[in-house]
């Protein structure tokens, strides 16, 4: 597609601000006016469409899918949040670990258990710790309090979570990954930690190096969408 326009700026609309292209306002992917909370985040929008040469690279606007996304999913149909967040509670990766006598555990309990910890003691919320592979349900008191916080989220912190829950497969590390000033690769090494393992023992892929660092930028990309929006 060719570049149709000439100005991109910034403006207050519809209790919101909206990237304008030569004085129109953008919708979403969906038909919606593309209202975003902030305005560091229009900003942030505003640049992926200034960056555009004589044609227009639709991979090259990921922080406007997240925008849209938020908007057409999220606002569209609240209850797709807790349908598609919740579950990575249920299997999260910091609650599964190796066999006590594994060397494994030993790392799985230094880098893992303070970040669970950590987490259960800002929420009010109590995960199972499992050795082996058979599941252990989460309390139903903790899906409760879980569901309370995703319910007073925002549509754009929860496309933000949906992201970071499915790249960690973990709700608690997509939950950290959120709070103002966190260590995205040290949350995404917690997140691989197994994978840095096996590593350690058989030696890397390529190609696998290459998916993760691919990952990793996406980890990144949805922890600077929560920013923008907050």
């Not at 090494?189 to 290459?210: C, H, P, S």
Request: glycine residues 6%; proline residues 6%; contains cysteine.
């Amino acid at each position: 597609m060719k570049r149709f326009y000439k100005e991109v700026t910034q403006a207050p609309q519809d209790g919101g601000w909206r990237v304008l292209l030569d004085g129109r306002g953008i919708k979403t992917a969906g038909g919606r006016p593309q209202v975003l909370p902030t305005m560091t985040m229009a900003e942030a929008l505003g640049a992926e469409w200034a960056a555009q040469g004589e044609e227009i690279d639709t991979a090259t606007f990921p922080l406007r899918d997240l925008a849209d996304f938020a908007l057409d999913a999220m606002v569209g149909d609240p209850a797709l949040a807790l349908r598609e967040i919740l579950p990575y509670a249920e299997t999260d990766t910091l609650c599964y670990r190796a066999d006590p006598e594994d060397a494994l555990y030993q790392r799985q309990l230094a880098v893992w258990e303070p970040l669970l910890a950590g987490i259960e003691a800002r929420h009010g919320l109590a995960f199972p710790r499992v050795s082996g592979i058979l599941h252990k349900p989460v309390p139903p008191e903790t899906l409760a309090r879980l569901e309370a916080i995703l319910a007073k989220q925002d549509a754009f912190a929860l496309a933000a979570l949906r992201m970071l829950s499915s790249l960690a497969a973990s709700l608690t590390i997509a939950l950290a990954a959120v709070e103002p000033g966190a260590d995205a690769e040290a949350l995404w090494k917690a997140a691989n930690l197994e994978e840095d393992w096996q590593v350690e023992l058989w030696g890397e892929d390529w190609e696998a190096a290459e998916r993760r660092a691919a990952r990793f930028e996406a980890f990144k990309l949805a922890i600077r969408f929560a920013n923008l929006a907050r």
